[in-house]
């Protein structure tokens, strides 16, 4: 297929390019820069110069195309409200570029939206469309799309990690060194679900190929990891005290961060491996943990 893809320099997008051209697709690869494309060339890529906030050229690229992936998210948490309804904006426009058509579209969202109750694992098959988190205007497009009869499916993202990049806990690491301790909230017993980079690009390739309408799958190869353990491992990589902070502490530490250290954010993957035949086999979140503090380290160092 020749499969239009947002995001494709980016750090989910980059793995996804090479998981594509790999089983003999043809990616044509969203960018802004030339250094952008020629990175996508090199990668067997073709290189389409755009952004996000271009609506029409969104929908050229995607006019050209058997098959559409969006990946790219704005990851400004300063402006994060914003962000999401940008995001919403760009998935109706893709969705409008294949109406017609069976053309699948693959959007991306977080396991979040699918938490039925709290302290539960998110599940595939239920959507809070009421969630709290901006991030469901993204799954509402999606449910907008699916009305018109676009044919749409949902790949829910968790920590996504490698060596060098673990989602959220990247910023918690951050903060841990800006702070001079490692920090939890209460008893850090709260879950955040995760899954290795390489494993989310295979996921992403085998939600395509096997292409259910309106299937939302989630990229979740470990439940749930106690935030604790997250600390603890960041703290013994760099030398620093772990601490268990309240509330009023913790805000004063994360910042904006803390809307998510405190919250339990455990998925679970079992309807998606059952449907896909998904087999993760990467390295865990805290090993990467451990490896990316002791790289980040090294080069402190030298």
């Known amino acids: 297929m020749r499969i239009f893809l947002t995001g494709a320099t980016g750090f989910i997008g980059s793995q996804l390019v090479h998981e594509l051209t790999q089983a003999g697709h043809h990616v044509l690869g969203l960018t802004r820069s030339e250094a952008g494309a020629q990175q996508l060339r090199t990668a067997g890529a073709e290189a389409y110069h755009g952004d996000i906030e271009d609506l029409p050229g969104l929908q050229r690229a995607a006019a050209q195309a058997d098959a559409v992936i969006h990946t790219a998210f704005d990851h400004n948490f300063a402006t994060f409200e914003a962000n999401c309804q940008k995001d919403r904006r760009v998935i109706l426009a893709l969705g409008e570029a294949l109406h017609g058509s069976d053309r699948p579209l693959l959007i991306t969202s977080g396991t979040a939206m699918g938490c039925a109750a709290p302290g539960q694992p998110a599940i595939e098959d239920h959507f809070d ?7 469901v205007a993204s799954e509402l497009a999606g449910e907008e799309l699916l009305q ?7 790949l829910r993202l968790s920590q996504i990690h490698n060596p060098l990049k673990q989602g959220l806990v990247t910023y918690a690491i951050a903060h841990a060194k800006q702070k001079g301790l490692s920090a939890y909230i209460g008893d850090g017993q709260n879950r955040w679900s995760a899954a290795p980079l390489s494993d989310t690009a295979h996921l992403y390739r085998l939600a395509l190929e096997k292409n259910q309408p309106g299937a939302r799958y989630h990229a979740t190869a470990e439940e749930g ?7 603890e491992s960041i703290g013994q990589g760099l030398g620093l005290p772990v601490v268990g902070l309240n509330e009023a502490e913790a805000a004063e530490h994360f910042g ?3 809307a998510f250290v405190g919250k339990d954010m455990s998925a679970s993957a079992a309807k998606t491996r059952e449907r896909l035949g998904w087999k993760p086999t990467g390295s865990g979140l805290l090993a990467d943990v451990a490896v990316g503090v002791e790289w980040e380290e090294g080069s402190n160092r030298s």
Not at 129 to 135: G, L, V, W
Not at 148 to 154: A, E, Q, S
Not at 225 to 231: K, V
């Open 148 to 154: 018109r009869g676009i044919n749409l499916g949902v």
């Open 225 to 231: 990891i106690p935030y604790r353990a997250i600390a």
């Open 129 to 135: 469309s009421h969630h709290p988190n901006p991030r």
């Open 256 to 258: 904006w961060l803390t």
